[in-house]
């Protein structure tokens, strides 16, 4: 079945450092969405990007979707101690599908 | 706007017994309806997914089932809970392609 892959799943960086995490689809994707969820806490709709190298960003949150569609990237410039949580992507097959998560990737930031 | 509530907001369960979990949206009509189950440090696993009033698609075969009797009413049950059922569930809502989720319920089966 169609997969979203999110390696690693762990990741600890120091106060002020940039982190970058990657996400690919075993297939193109419609559309691949952002999720952050803090510990304890639901998971937060960040972002959507559709089309194909489409770039957005969120203060210190750049959001990059692939020119194949099938990987995204997530870039924060430097982390704060608010950034800490965990970060998924996600994506349908076609519009009116579920969505497939990656297994998400916990960010812990040392300060 | 829209709100999503669930409860109850945690659940100690013994092992065996049923469970009847609730999720109700606010502010929308004929949403996208979604029950996920996350165990402890681990990822969303979709369990069920509505379109509509008495659509359900299950998306693992499991002890749990799920019902929409209401158009922004989405419940999830089990006629006896197993231990591999205690986790963190989410109910989420979808007007297109985005997910909101609501505040989760925490069960603990013993």
């Known amino acids: 079945g169609q997969q979203v892959m999110q390696i690693p799943q762990y990741q600890h960086v120091q106060e002020g450092e940039d982190f970058t995490r990657y996400c690919n689809s075993s297939?193109?994707?419609?559309?691949t969405q952002w999720y952050k969820q803090r510990p304890g806490g639901h998971p937060v709709f960040l972002i959507q990007l559709v089309k194909s190298g489409e770039v957005k960003k969120q203060k210190r949150l750049t959001f990059q979707f692939g020119e194949a569609k099938k990987n995204s990237s997530l870039h924060i410039t430097a982390t704060q101690t608010t950034d800490v949580g965990t970060y998924f992507c996600a994506g349908p097959l076609s519009g009116n599908t579920p969505l497939v998560f990656g297994k998400g990737t916990r960010l812990s930031v040392i300060a | 706007s829209q709100t999503i509530h669930q409860w109850p907001a945690t659940l100690v369960q013994p092992v065996g017994s049923p469970l009847s979990l609730e999720c109700t949206v606010e502010g929308t009509s004929n949403p996208n309806l979604y029950w996920y189950r996350q165990a402890a440090g681990r990822g969303l696993q979709l369990l069920f997914y509505?379109?509509?009033?008495?659509?359900i698609s299950s998306e693992v075969p499991q002890n749990l089932s799920a019902s929409r009797p209401q158009d922004r009413q989405f419940i999830l049950s089990s006629k006896k809970l197993l231990l591999s059922d205690s986790g963190f569930y989410l109910c989420?809502?979808?007007?297109?392609?985005?997910?909101?989720f609501g505040p989760g319920t925490r069960l603990t089966v013993t």
């Open positions: 509505s379109v509509g009033i008495g659509q």
């Open positions: 297939t193109t994707l419609s559309n």
């Open positions: 989420a809502w979808s007007p297109q392609y985005e997910q909101y």
